[in-house]
């Protein structure tokens, strides 16, 4: 038995009476097909390998941030219990004694004529003192 040909096709004898027609351009285009799989398959792998690079780097950067962060946690406490030894008044006492410093043994009041009260309410005085901030430019 034989096929029979087409226009442009030709028989290609396999065993015994067998024959296969095959197309001039069939095993071209058949061809084509899996080259263009193979890129495409290749494309999409570099555009994965790519996006985990890029998340990679920012974690990265996140991380370095994380540590910055937390450095500068610390030294804001350590600048926090500083603040703290400074302000203790039994320090502050210590240094100003041994400044010379010491609490009076009496207590003298001095008055100046014409300064203190003057009769006045306390209303009164603020009034006047408006008086003279509102006159000067």
Same mark, same amino acid.
């Given at each position: 038995?034989? /096929?029979? $040909?087409?226009?442009?096709? !030709?028989?290609?004898? *396999? @065993?015994?009476?067998?024959?296969?027609?095959?197309? &001039?351009?069939?095993?071209?285009?058949?061809?084509?097909?899996?080259?263009?799989?193979?890129?495409?398959?290749?494309?999409?792998?570099?555009?994965?390998?790519?996006?985990?690079?890029?998340?990679?780097?920012?974690?990265?950067?996140?991380?370095?941030?994380?540590? /910055?962060? $937390?450095?500068?946690?610390? !030294?804001?406490?350590? *600048? @926090?219990?500083?603040?703290?030894?400074?302000?203790? &008044?039994?320090?502050?006492?210590?240094?100003?004694?041994?400044?010379?410093?010491?609490?009076?043994?009496?207590?003298?009041?001095?008055?100046?004529?014409?300064?203190?009260?003057?009769?006045?309410?306390?209303?009164?005085?603020?009034?006047?003192?408006?008086?003279?901030?509102?006159?000067?430019?």
């Amino acid at each position: 038995m034989v /096929a029979r $040909s087409h226009a442009g096709l !030709r028989a290609v004898p *396999l @065993r015994g009476d067998f024959h296969v027609v095959i197309g &001039p351009h069939a095993r071209r285009r058949r061809i084509a097909h899996w080259v263009l799989l193979a890129i495409t398959g290749c494309v999409l792998f570099l555009l994965l390998v790519l996006s985990r690079i890029a998340l990679d780097r920012h974690a990265f950067v996140m991380e370095d941030l994380e540590g /910055a962060i $937390s450095t500068e946690e610390a !030294r804001y406490w350590d *600048l @926090r219990m500083e603040v703290a030894e400074l302000r203790d &008044p039994a320090r502050i006492a210590r240094m100003a004694r041994s400044l010379g410093m010491v609490y009076p043994d009496d207590v003298r009041v001095v008055s100046v004529p014409g300064l203190g009260s003057s009769g006045f309410g306390i209303e009164e005085r603020w009034a006047g003192l408006k008086l003279l901030l509102s006159a000067q430019p």
